[in-house]
């Protein structure tokens, strides 16, 4: 079952940083160069130069992976960063507003999570992962013996019950407080660090007989923890159990919080046979009742009130606004025969595997997409991408519901590339896990 522990979490001392915005950062797969030379700008102890440092004229002996090395150990020695003197659990609260204009919180708490293997069901993948960024995380675990980055886990929890057990304690404990200012500076973050052994034991007790918990995000992460862990096992293999290695930093979500929020990715694509919004509509009317609205928010409102039963997509070519929803399902099953009834059912396997593949004959219905294929989250931007020339069509997604989560991954199956988005991203910085030693 779900085995968690508090844990003695590096964190920053807040005598010596004392805006602690300054030197939170995003997950290193959410950050470009642009951003990171922001980030090293804010603040010479910013969490970016360890999670994802700039690269130089690398060599052996000096790259971001020693210089991460070297940063966390003279932070460490000078007490920016501090090692917690005895076990913790740390709790999160984002407050955000979703592009509807709806305002959200969504409670996390942070754990040692014991490593497993995917086929023991206990916790379940639903996207791929490659090899480049499970290579670089590996390299980063290896040279500081630390986890980092948070991997983002949803538990069942259909009645909220480890929420109620930690609002008593975020009602009567003041947070620390933090804004992460470079990409999404909106969410404000509030932590607490929960030091109260009784409250930490009743959390570790509920969680216990968990099952099919499911990443929502840190694929690729928590791969690299089984790596490391499966390295280390070779290197000791008379390590105790409470190894540090055997555990992985995360952070948890009830799939029952209010405050979860998945937001859809829509997608742009460049036609390179130069084919019109009209041409590419009567190719999809064999499959989809193609219906044109007025306008932008006559489109986006039918997409909203859309059956889910029925995959509805808006469409825009520069000119026309069309709503495309799906008649039957039967051409899933000629198409992807090979994946459960779960799979099929999801609006982006049906937008790659029938339009995007089969009609525009673009990507191969797995995740990895023609270059001519961009994923956008900002629907505005996407607009004005096409409106600009820089794309020929919009294709407008509705979310993924949490429900189709949970089908896709009890059925084994991982979903299409950029099939969730759950806002927001775990901020980094806030508390990290040492894999050296025993976990306390």
Known sequence: ?????????????????????????????????????????QHPNNFVRIDYGAAEPD???????????????????????????????????????????????????????QLTEFDEGIILPH?????????????????????????????PDAQNRVNSLLQPFVERVAPMTA?????????????????????????????APKRSLVIADGHHRYETALN????????YPAAPAD???NYALATFVSMSDPGLVVLPTHRLVRDDQGRSGAEVLAALAPYFDVR??????????????????H???????????????????????????????????????VLHKVILERILGLGDGSGHDADNIRYLRDVNAAYAAVENGEAGFLFVLNPTRMEQVNACTRSGEKMPQKSTDFYPKMVGGLVALSLAGSIN
């Open 59 to 113: 060599t052996p002996q000096d790259n971001v992976y020693t210089r991460a090395r070297d940063y966390a150990a003279a932070w460490l020695s000078a007490g920016v960063l501090q090692r917690e003197r005895r076990p913790c659990l740390y709790v999160l609260e984002q407050t955000f507003t979703t592009p509807d204009g709806q305002t959200h919180t969504r409670r996390a708490f942070t754990a040692a999570l």
């Open 127 to 155: 996207e791929r992962t490659f090899s480049g960024p499970k290579a670089d995380r590996l390299n980063l675990t290896r040279a500081t013996q630390a986890a980092w980055g948070h991997i983002f886990i949803l538990y």
């Open 179 to 207: 804004r992460e200012l470079v990409i999404e500076p909106a969410v404000q973050q509030r932590f607490w660090v929960l030091d109260d052994p009784s409250l930490q034991a009743a959390i570790v007790e509920e969680m």
């Open 243 to 245: 190894a540090a290695f």
């Open 292 to 309: 044109p609205v007025a306008g932008r928010a006559e489109l986006e409102a039918e997409l909203r009130q859309a059956s889910p039963d």
């Open 311 to 349: 995959p509805a997509f808006g469409f825009y070519d520069g000119h026309q606004y069309t709503l495309l929803v799906l008649r039957s399902f039967d051409i899933m099953a000629e198409l992807a025969l090979e994946h459960t009834p779960a799979w099929r059912a999801l609006d982006v396997a």
């Open 1 to 41: 079952m779900a085995t968690i522990l508090p844990f003695r979490g590096i964190r920053y001392d807040t005598d010596k940083i004392k805006d602690l915005s300054l030197v939170i950062a995003q997950p290193y797969d959410r950050i470009g160069k642009a951003q990171q030379g922001t980030y090293y700008r």
């Open 228 to 235: 490391y862990r499966a390295e280390m096992c070779a290197q």
